[in-house]
């Protein structure tokens, strides 16, 4: 049955250059489809339902042809994790041309010592924090006042400052800083998007977790929203596909969090997805010196038997 879907099928294990997400493995499957080479990558503790939804992102790219493009490269955000800043302008060197950063906050402290780094490196570059549902309504309060005291206009946005869309209606109305969401989209894709602008200025959107380009759109359109395309730590394969969605919307232009194949050791892709004077171009592209990625037997059999069980979630649904 697996071959039926896929022709080419590769596990791989890439490692991470620091800890993201808590992780310092990446492990990914890549295929190839009638239109190309695609990617399922569902984080390891996702389970079979929400992975499902990467699944149907990765069989409609594998077998589809993209969408209608508006641009042939997209503009591209520096990502920084939560590093010691001594690390800054090392990380920062993996995105060369970026005119904007988008660096992950824990607490306020260690994200004002990292905002401070950047600003220091380069005082024009835009910031945009993310603090993945992370704080209380009173924290987000004080310490987004804070950051625009502190630092003034730099920030873009903040993404996601608390878990609650009701806490989200709080900020955006108190705090001077934009707010993108970004988990209240990805955990909740069944819901009512409809007034979703009461609670946010941009949204965020990913390949994979939004269930492919169609689904994505869809989304888009319900919210109303600006989008920011940004990925789920992927392989330049899946990274293609991101940009192939951020370049098929007509009117939003910003800057996408797309270049996070700069954090793992190898986008093991061709043409390359590491950025160049601040852009990255949108083309299909295919697996490349992926040999001493290999995952192991043993990976390789939990990986196969994750992609039955998700088709077969597929199947049930669509049954
Ligand atoms: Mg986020």
């Not at 489809?33 to 996702?46: D, K, R, T």
């Not at 190898?266 to 171009?281: A, C, H, K, N, Y």
């Amino acid at each position: 049955m697996l071959e039926e879907y896929f022709s080419d099928l590769l596990i791989l294990a890439i490692p991470l250059r620091n800890k993201f997400r808590g992780i310092s493995v990446r492990e990914v499957a890549l295929f190839r489809g009638s239109s190309g080479w695609s990617e399922f990558s569902p984080f390891l503790e996702y389970g079979d339902e929400e992975a499902a939804i990467w699944m149907q992102a990765a069989l409609e790219a594998a077998n589809s042809p993209w969408p209608d493009l508006y641009r042939d490269q997209v503009a591209i955000n520096a990502t920084l994790p939560m590093v010691d800043p001594a690390k800054v302008k090392e990380i920062l060197a993996g995105f060369p041309g970026s005119r904007t950063v988008k660096i992950k906050v824990d607490d306020f402290e260690n994200g004002a010592l990292l905002v401070a780094e950047v600003l220091e490196e380069d005082a024009e570059m835009r910031i945009r924090l993310d603090i993945n549902g992370g704080w209380s309504l009173t924290q987000a309060r004080s310490n987004l006042l804070e950051y625009h005291l502190r630092f003034g206009n730099v920030f873009d946005y903040v993404e996601q400052p608390c878990a609650t869309l009701d806490e989200l209606a709080e900020i955006k109305a108190e705090v001077a800083i934009p707010i993108a969401i970004d988990e209240s989209i990805r955990k909740r894709l069944d819901s009512d998007f409809s007034t979703i602008s009461n609670y946010a200025d941009v949204a965020i959107l990913k390949w994979q977790p939004s269930g492919g380009f169609k689904a994505a759109h869809r989304i888009a359109q319900e919210i109303g929203l600006p989008v920011v395309i940004s990925s789920a730590l992927e392989t330049g394969i899946g990274i293609s596909h991101g940009l192939a969605l951020a370049a098929s919307f007509a009117d939003f232009n910003s800057a996408c969090g797309l270049g996070t194949v700069a954090l793992m050791e190898s986008d093991v892709s061709v043409p390359t997805t590491l950025i160049r004077d601040g852009f990255l171009e949108v083309k299909r592209r295919e697996p490349v010196d992926f040999e001493r990625y290999l995952a192991a037997p043993e990976r390789v059999a939990h990986w196969k038997q994750r992609i039955l069980r998700t088709l077969e979630h597929i199947e049930g649904r669509s049954n």
